[in-house]
């Protein structure tokens, strides 16, 4: 440990001796550390979030749709071979919500539309069409209210769950509870306040209400063909084998033959988190190829500042092997002074490039969560460049002949 502490102390003395030189040096080494602890914090905070938002749908919970964003098309001449696809109905949701191994199916259909309220306007409010079961799929609570009933679902009530974004705009500080708004010059009656959980770009800000599933068709005008379901196996069944039976089903429904393939899709929340890390790939490279350049650039003035030191302290060297030091304890002298510099401008990039990713978490809706390892392997980045970059100086100083040191001027 005392040649570990001296070549540390040497360093640090080093830096305060020579502050300009040893900022020009570490500026690099911070730089890249920098870089991967802003864009990892960012990757890792965007994962999160995504992994947060599905379980909101619940552990078992997959997608049945026309088509997702994930899906690729094989054939180069036709892009999008799902415009071909029939829409899902709700007869098919109701088949497949028949199925023993299925819970329940949630029906999905989107609609824009402006909401009125005693002259107050909301102007392109995204208008959600579901059936009764959609809390248990959506994740956060609805309350003040409730949410409607199946009977009410059934029945195409004009009944509204609208979400705080919206209560908030239309109501101020009213409990919006029993009174009436119009959507698309119709008027629903108020049964409830939806509190969503925090989206991962932030969507929970933007207003929106949700109606019974029939009451959108019947009563507002809606994006036809792009119905969704969301399907829950039952408590005893597992994803896989509820998915062999939505596709089976789905397929004798659409009088598919063998050898068709789906023309729907059906996607687990496994493939939403594969098709995100896969998308963040190029962005991963990028980050470390920023903070290769980064560690390089610091490496290299790692280099020349040793040299200096090397110089400067020759007749020092040169003491130190008239008293006995062998090479091994003079190239670990140097290694660990290398090392210290590289690590201070770890330090000094680690804290930067945390203060930055919280900023923006905290200025946008952007997510960024810094896990340790990030932590760690950015301190033992600027740890192993020091190392690696710092052998030639220190092996020079190791080398040099007692006799030829102490004559040194």
Not at 46 to 52: N, R, W
Not at 319 to 344: M, Y
Not at 349 to 366: C, E, K
Not at 393 to 398: D, E, G, I, L
């Amino acid at each position: 440990m005392t040649p570990l502490l001296e070549g540390a102390g040497i360093a640090l003395a080093s830096l305060r001796a020579h502050k300009a030189r040893a900022a020009l040096t570490i500026l690099g080494v911070a730089i890249g550390v920098m870089v991967v602890m802003v864009i990892g914090a960012l990757i890792s905070g965007f994962d999160k979030g995504l992994t947060d938002m599905l379980e909101s749908l619940g552990p078992k919970t997959f997608y049945v749709g026309r088509f997702w964003g994930g899906a690729q098309s094989e054939d180069p001449d036709d892009p999008n071979p799902w415009r071909r696809r029939p829409s899902l109905t709700v007869a098919e949701a109701d088949r497949l919500e028949q199925l023993p191994t299925i819970s329940f199916v949630v029906v999905d259909e989107n609609a824009s539309a402006d909401i009125e309220y005693q002259g107050k306007r909301v102007s392109a409010v995204s208008i959600q069409g579901r059936d009764a079961d959609w809390p248990k799929v959506a994740g956060g609570d609805v309350y003040p209210g409730r949410s409607f009933t199946d009977l009410e679902d059934k029945a195409n009530s004009p009944v509204v769950v609208v979400n705080d974004k919206l209560a908030e705009q239309l109501f101020g500080r009213l409990d919006p509870i029993g009174h009436r708004i119009k959507i698309a010059s119709l008027p629903y009656e108020v049964i409830g306040v939806y509190n969503p959980p925090t989206g991962l770009f932030g969507e929970g800000d933007q207003p929106e209400a949700l109606i019974p599933y029939g009451t959108l068709v019947k009563n507002v005008p809606y994006w036809k063909g792009w119905m969704d379901l969301f399907v829950t196996p039952a408590d005893s069944v597992t994803v896989q084998r509820a998915i062999d039976d939505v596709t089976v089903t789905m397929r004798a429904l659409r009088g598919l033959r063998p050898s068709e393939p789906n023309n729907f899709d059906v996607v687990t929340q496994e493939k939403y988190l594969e098709v995100f890390n896969s998308s963040t790939l190029m962005i991963r490279v990028l980050m470390i190829v920023l903070s290769m350049v980064g560690l390089m650039v610091g490496g290299i003035g790692v280099v020349a500042i040793m040299m200096i030191s090397v110089t400067e302290r020759t007749r020092e060297i040169g003491v130190r092997k008239a008293l006995g030091a062998t090479r091994r304890e003079i190239l670990w002298q140097f290694l660990v002074e290398a090392a210290t510099l590289t690590l201070v401008g770890g330090v000094i990039g680690m804290v930067l490039g945390g203060l930055i990713a919280f900023g923006v978490a905290a200025a946008t809706p952007l997510p960024a969560h810094v896990p340790l390892g990030s932590v760690v392997v950015a301190l033992f980045a600027a740890a192993a460049t020091g190392l690696l970059f710092g052998i030639y100086p220190a092996s020079k100083a190791a080398r040099l002949d007692p006799v030829e040191a102490l004559r040194y001027e």
